[in-house]
Protein backbone atom coordinates (compact mmCIF):
# COMPACT_ATOMS: atom_id res chain seq x y z
CA UNK A 1 0.00 0.00 0.00
CA UNK A 2 1.24 3.56 -0.67
CA UNK A 3 0.11 6.95 0.68
CA UNK A 4 0.40 10.12 -1.14
CA UNK A 5 0.11 13.34 1.17
CA UNK A 6 0.06 16.64 -0.76
CA UNK A 7 0.25 20.10 0.79
CA UNK A 8 1.33 23.83 -0.03
CA UNK A 9 -2.11 24.78 -1.68
CA UNK A 10 -3.08 28.43 -0.98
CA UNK A 11 -4.76 31.36 -2.54
CA UNK A 12 -1.99 33.57 -4.19
CA UNK A 13 -2.24 36.77 -6.52
CA UNK A 14 -1.13 36.72 -10.35
CA UNK A 15 2.85 37.02 -10.35
CA UNK A 16 2.94 34.87 -7.21
CA UNK A 17 4.48 31.70 -6.62
CA UNK A 18 3.97 28.66 -4.04
CA UNK A 19 5.90 25.27 -3.52
CA UNK A 20 3.89 22.41 -3.47
CA UNK A 21 5.06 19.05 -1.53
CA UNK A 22 4.29 15.65 -1.59
CA UNK A 23 5.30 12.80 1.14
CA UNK A 24 5.43 9.44 -0.34
CA UNK A 25 4.85 6.80 2.44
CA UNK A 26 4.21 2.83 2.66
CA UNK A 27 5.20 0.29 -0.06
CA UNK A 28 7.62 2.60 -2.31
CA UNK A 29 10.49 1.18 -2.83
CA UNK A 30 10.15 0.01 -6.18
CA UNK A 31 8.66 3.52 -7.42
CA UNK A 32 10.26 5.14 -10.77
CA UNK A 33 9.04 8.20 -11.09
CA UNK A 34 6.63 10.59 -9.93
CA UNK A 35 4.32 13.30 -11.02
CA UNK A 36 2.16 16.41 -10.72
CA UNK A 37 -1.25 16.68 -12.21
CA UNK A 38 -4.05 19.61 -12.16
CA UNK A 39 -7.87 19.71 -12.55
CA UNK A 40 -9.28 22.62 -12.92
CA UNK A 41 -13.50 23.44 -12.64
CA UNK A 42 -15.01 21.35 -15.30
CA UNK A 43 -12.36 20.03 -17.21
CA UNK A 44 -10.72 16.73 -16.95
CA UNK A 45 -7.42 16.19 -14.83
CA UNK A 46 -4.39 16.96 -16.93
CA UNK A 47 -0.39 16.19 -16.82
CA UNK A 48 1.61 19.39 -15.36
CA UNK A 49 5.02 17.67 -14.57
CA UNK A 50 6.93 14.57 -14.20
CA UNK A 51 10.20 13.76 -12.75
CA UNK A 52 11.98 9.89 -12.68
CA UNK A 53 14.23 8.52 -9.95
CA UNK A 54 17.04 9.30 -12.10
CA UNK A 55 16.05 13.06 -12.03
CA UNK A 56 14.74 13.52 -15.51
CA UNK A 57 11.83 15.42 -15.91
CA UNK A 58 9.12 16.11 -18.36
CA UNK A 59 6.31 19.52 -18.33
CA UNK A 60 3.28 20.49 -20.40
CA UNK A 61 4.05 23.30 -22.19
CA UNK A 62 1.97 25.97 -20.53
CA UNK A 63 3.83 25.72 -17.64
CA UNK A 64 7.24 25.00 -18.92
CA UNK A 65 9.63 27.97 -17.56
CA UNK A 66 7.42 29.10 -14.54
CA UNK A 67 7.23 25.50 -12.97
CA UNK A 68 9.96 23.34 -11.74
CA UNK A 69 9.48 19.49 -9.94
CA UNK A 70 12.06 18.38 -8.06
CA UNK A 71 12.85 14.90 -6.48
CA UNK A 72 14.33 14.32 -2.83
CA UNK A 73 14.75 10.68 -2.58
CA UNK A 74 15.88 10.21 0.79
CA UNK A 75 12.92 12.18 1.72
CA UNK A 76 10.52 10.75 -0.64
CA UNK A 77 9.21 13.73 -1.32
CA UNK A 78 8.41 15.39 -4.75
CA UNK A 79 7.92 19.17 -4.89
CA UNK A 80 6.23 21.55 -7.62
CA UNK A 81 7.58 24.85 -7.07
CA UNK A 82 5.34 27.07 -9.11
CA UNK A 83 6.29 31.01 -10.06
CA UNK A 84 3.99 33.12 -12.22
CA UNK A 85 1.12 32.09 -11.45
CA UNK A 86 -1.62 32.76 -13.79
CA UNK A 87 -5.67 32.75 -12.98
CA UNK A 88 -5.68 29.78 -15.44
CA UNK A 89 -3.69 27.77 -13.28
CA UNK A 90 -5.91 27.81 -10.49
CA UNK A 91 -7.28 24.11 -9.83
CA UNK A 92 -6.68 21.26 -7.40
CA UNK A 93 -3.20 19.84 -7.94
CA UNK A 94 -2.42 16.11 -7.66
CA UNK A 95 0.70 14.01 -7.01
CA UNK A 96 1.11 10.53 -8.74
CA UNK A 97 3.79 7.45 -8.23
CA UNK A 98 4.55 5.10 -11.15
CA UNK A 99 5.42 1.97 -9.44
CA UNK A 100 3.68 -1.56 -9.90
CA UNK A 101 0.60 0.37 -9.99
CA UNK A 102 -0.05 4.19 -10.22
CA UNK A 103 -1.63 5.53 -6.99
CA UNK A 104 -2.57 9.04 -6.43
CA UNK A 105 -2.92 11.32 -3.75
CA UNK A 106 -6.41 13.93 -2.63
CA UNK A 107 -4.96 16.87 -3.79
CA UNK A 108 -4.42 20.36 -2.96
CA UNK A 109 -5.95 23.39 -3.91
CA UNK A 110 -4.30 26.24 -5.85
CA UNK A 111 -5.87 29.59 -6.61
CA UNK A 112 -4.81 32.49 -8.62
CA UNK A 113 -6.91 35.44 -8.34
CA UNK A 114 -6.58 39.21 -7.08
Known amino acids: QVQLEESGGNLVQPGGSLRLSCVAS????????MAWYRQAPGKQREFVAR???????NYVDSVKGRFTISLDNAKSTVYLQMNSLKPEDTAVYYC????????WGQGTQVTVSS
Open 51 to 57: ITRGGST
Open 26 to 33: GNIFSFYA
Open 96 to 103: SLYSAFEY
